[in-house]
């Protein structure tokens, strides 16, 4: 079965600093990655996505992403973090193989972009 | 940007009642999806719609939920007859053939008494 985790709860950095939240997969085929954003009160917005190629994308509002197919990982980041980046992030993997048309979302990370 | 619409944004229901929720996809998508959170949480896949079928279900989605496109636009999710833990932030996306980006509504939260 396909998994996500995510694993940190939160994520706590001053505004200014370069922020990582991490994600790692597990899928038996091959994975399709995705970062979303939502904030308070609001639906998921797609940040950015990995499907095949450079293993560095860059999605919205300066983020990006990078894909490490040996550790299973799909890292989110930014070079500095701005206090309106605070948000739930969640990634996201669908199996192009195996799993038809579900996305799996892994926990979520909350982000506390502190001034 | 084109949207997902949700109505309503907020539902109150009594436990054993059946609801409703109302979703508009974006026009020319052709895969419907329901998700739904608690409680600000993980994000939970119900079902996935295409081609006038359910395509996914996950065991959440038990006899008691069913979805339709009755026409062109909508997209429905029924509950028959609710529990207190239905109790959720049920968020409707859709994408179309080529693009891998869902586009989630704003969601609405459904509140079983």
């Known amino acids: 079965a396909q998994s996500v985790a995510q694993p940190e709860d939160q994520v706590n950095v001053a505004e200014g600093n370069p922020l990582t939240v991490k994600c790692t997969y597990s899928?038996?085929?091959?994975?399709?990655l995705f970062w979303y954003v939502q904030y308070p009160n609001r639906g998921l917005q797609f940040l950015l996505k990995?499907?095949?190629?450079?293993?560095l994308v860059k999605g919205s509002y300066g983020f990006e992403a990078e894909f490490n197919k040996s550790q299973t990982s799909f890292h989110l980041k930014k070079p500095s973090a701005l206090v309106s980046d605070s948000a739930l992030y969640f990634c996201?993997?669908?199996?192009?193989?195996?799993?038809?048309?579900?996305?799996?979302f892994g926990p979520g990370t909350r982000l506390s972009v502190l001034p | 940007e084109p949207e997902v619409t949700q109505t309503p944004s907020h539902q109150v229901t009594q436990m054993g009642q059946e609801v409703i929720l109302r979703c508009v996809p974006i026009?020319?998508?052709?895969?419907f999806y329901w998700y739904r959170q608690i409680l600000g949480q993980k994000v939970e896949f119900l079902v996935s719609?295409?081609?006038?079928?359910?395509?996914?279900k996950s065991e959440i989605f038990d006899d008691q939920f069913s979805v339709e496109r009755p026409d062109g636009s909508n997209f429905t999710l029924k509950i028959r007859s609710t529990k207190l833990e239905d109790s959720a932030m049920y968020f409707c996306?859709?994408?179309?053939?080529?693009?891998?980006?869902?586009?989630f509504g704003s969601g609405t939260q459904l509140s079983v008494l």
């Open positions: 996306a859709s994408r179309d053939r080529e693009n891998e980006k869902l586009f």
């Open positions: 899928v038996s085929g091959n994975p399709y």
């Open positions: 990995y499907i095949t190629g450079d293993n």
């Open positions: 996201a993997v669908r199996d192009m193989v195996n799993y038809g048309q579900n996305f799996v």
């Open positions: 026009s020319n998508h052709l895969y």
């Open positions: 719609f295409y081609n006038n079928e359910i395509s996914e």
